[in-house]
């Protein structure tokens, strides 16, 4: 199957735009791929390979979707915990590279 970029009005039901709500732990996964990726030794830096760390990190954590503007008090996993997930993703990908 091939997937698209979604255009803007794909999110607009019943007139009201749904583009303001995002899983704030994407955020969190890309801050830790920066930090962990560039000093590790196997990372070979395509496209395809960042692409699927990041894919197969958010699906093994738990999203937490938020509207645009909220205020959140409490941070429900630990920055440690999304980066042991993001080393994981990243060994996995080593392991069997997508693009070889």
Same mark, same amino acid.
């Given at each position: 199957?091939?997937? *698209?970029?979604? !255009?803007? /009005?794909? #999110?607009?039901?019943?007139?009201?735009? =749904?583009?303001? %709500?995002?899983?704030?732990?994407?955020?969190?996964?890309?801050?830790?791929?920066?930090?962990?990726?560039?000093?590790?030794?196997?990372?070979?830096?395509? *496209?395809?390979? !960042?692409? /699927?760390? #990041?894919?197969?990190?958010?699906?093994? =954590?738990?999203? %937490?979707?938020?509207?645009?503007?909220?205020?959140?008090?409490?941070?429900?996993?630990?920055?440690?915990?999304?980066?042991?997930?993001?080393?994981?993703?990243?060994?996995?990908?080593?392991?069997?590279?997508?693009?070889?």
């Amino acid at each position: 199957m091939y997937v *698209k970029k979604p !255009t803007e /009005d794909e #999110y607009i039901v019943n007139g009201h735009d =749904l583009n303001d %709500i995002r899983n704030i732990i994407e955020r969190r996964v890309c801050k830790a791929m920066q930090e962990i990726l560039p000093v590790t030794l196997n990372y070979d830096g395509c *496209k395809i390979c !960042t692409q /699927d760390i #990041y894919a197969l990190s958010l699906k093994h =954590l738990r999203p %937490i979707y938020v509207q645009v503007g909220s205020i959140i008090l409490q941070k429900t996993l630990k920055d440690e915990e999304i980066y042991e997930v993001v080393k994981e993703s990243a060994e996995q990908v080593y392991k069997s590279p997508n693009h070889t």
